[in-house]
Every structure is written in structure tokens, then in C-alpha cells.
């Protein structure tokens, strides 16, 4: 009967419909970017009757573009800020460990920001600036508290650097693929990824490790 019960835990729960929908707006906003897409192609792709259900959970089409970007992004901030309270030997390490395993589960992210990064809307500008400004603020604070070589004027351009190792690495795993000849998002090549990020984080702030 404890078996039973055991395997049961392990079933896990059907996802809810607003969680689908920003599935299926993730994987299409960051394949097509938001004017590439519409709302009933999103609603399709959710695998909804119309787009009347999608309404039902998101306002209009800009509303659901800043829901799948804020529930991406969130949860980076948390990451970053928990490194920078938890500081200590190795917590960089850890960072890493946490941030490549998000990403590596979350693999249109990083080319949703990056496309939204590149588009000349007004509107998509000012939302993904609102959305980032917080995890680009919390890891200024987190590389001022880590020491190391660099002056404060060189952290802006060090955090920039750390975002394209870090994320870079996901938006372009499509071109990775081409040049590489093998999947980028593989298990083995993330491991690989993993390591070289963490020795270069080591270089970068000066750890003697």
C-alpha cells in the first residue's frame, strides 16, 4: 500500500491553463518575436478551442508577453539575491550551478530577452527595461560585494559580459549547433558549459582558487 501511495506522489499535476498558455507564448515569442505572432496562434498552440479562454486569462497581447517575460525573470532575481545574502566560499560556484540549471529548463528564455532586447518597439523596450532593471541592479551589488580586481566603473561592463557568457550561451544554441556539429543542450555539453563558466567566473573576479 506505501508503494502505492509512493508512486502516486510522484505523478505529477496536470499544469494549469494560464501556465500552458505562457508555455506555448514562450516557445513562439522567442521563435518569432512578439510581432510575429498572434493571439490565436498562441491560443492554438496551447491547444485551446478559441481565444476566448486565453482572454479569460490575459487582458490583450501585451499582458501575456509581460506575464511569460516577469515569470522568467523573477525567478532569476531570487537567485541573485540569495547569492548575494549567502555569501561565502564557493556561493559563486553555487550561483552558477543554479542559474545554467534554470536556464538549461528554461531554454526560450534567454532568446525571448534577446529578441525583445533587439526590437524597436517603444513598448517592448520599456517593458523588458522595467522586467530587468532589478536582476541587472542586484547583480551590480552582488560583484561590488565580491572584491576582486575590477574598479566600479568596470562593473557595469564586467555584469554585461557575465549576462553574454551566461546567457549568450542559450539565445545562440541554434547557431552553437550549426558551427559545433552537436546539441549544445545536451546533458554533456551543459556539463561542459558548467565548468568552463566557473573557471571563467574564477579568473574574472580574481579568485585564487
Known amino acids: 500500500m506505501a508503494s502505492r501511495s509512493n508512486a502516486a506522489a510522484t505523478v505529477e499535476e496536470p499544469r494549469s491553463t494560464r501556465d500552458v498558455i505562457l508555455d506555448a507564448a514562450e516557445r513562439s515569442f522567442a521563435e518569432r518575436g512578439f510581432a510575429g505572432v ?14 476566448a479562454s486565453l482572454y479569460h486569462h490575459f487582458k490583450n497581447k501585451r499582458a501575456l508577453y ?4 516577469s515569470r522568467g525573470i523573477t525567478p532569476l532575481i531570487s537567485v ?5 545574502t549567502n555569501a561565502q566560499p564557493g556561493s559563486d560556484e553555487t550561483f552558477l550551478d ?4 534554470y536556464l538549461a529548463e528554461h531554454p526560450h528564455l534567454p532568446r525571448l530577452i534577446q529578441r525583445a532586447g533587439l526590437d524597436d518597439s517603444k513598448y517592448l523596450r520599456s517593458a523588458l527595461t522595467r ?7 542586484e547583480g551590480l551589488n552582488v560583484l561590488a560585494a565580491a572584491g576582486g580586481p575590477w ?7 564586467l555584469a554585461a559580459g557575465l549576462y ?13 549547433e550549426a558551427v559545433l556539429q552537436e546539441d549544445p543542450r545536451s ?7 558548467r565548468r568552463f563558466l566557473k573557471k571563467a567566473l574564477n579568473l574574472l573576479l580574481g579568485a585564487q582558487r
Open 38 to 51: 498572434s493571439v490565436r496562434e498562441i491560443a492554438t498552440e496551447a491547444g485551446l478551442k478559441n481565444q
Open 66 to 69: 509581460e506575464a511569460v517575460l
Open 80 to 84: 541573485v539575491v540569495e547569492s548575494g
Open 98 to 101: 543554479h542559474m545554467v540549471t
Open 131 to 137: 522586467l530587468l532593471r532589478p536582476f541587472y541592479t
Open 151 to 157: 574598479q566600479p566603473e568596470d562593473l557595469p561592463h
Open 164 to 176: 553574454h557568457l551566461i546567457f549568450g550561451y542559450f539565445a545562440n544554441s541554434g547557431l552553437l
Open 187 to 193: 546533458p554533456e555539453a551543459i556539463a561542459r558549459q
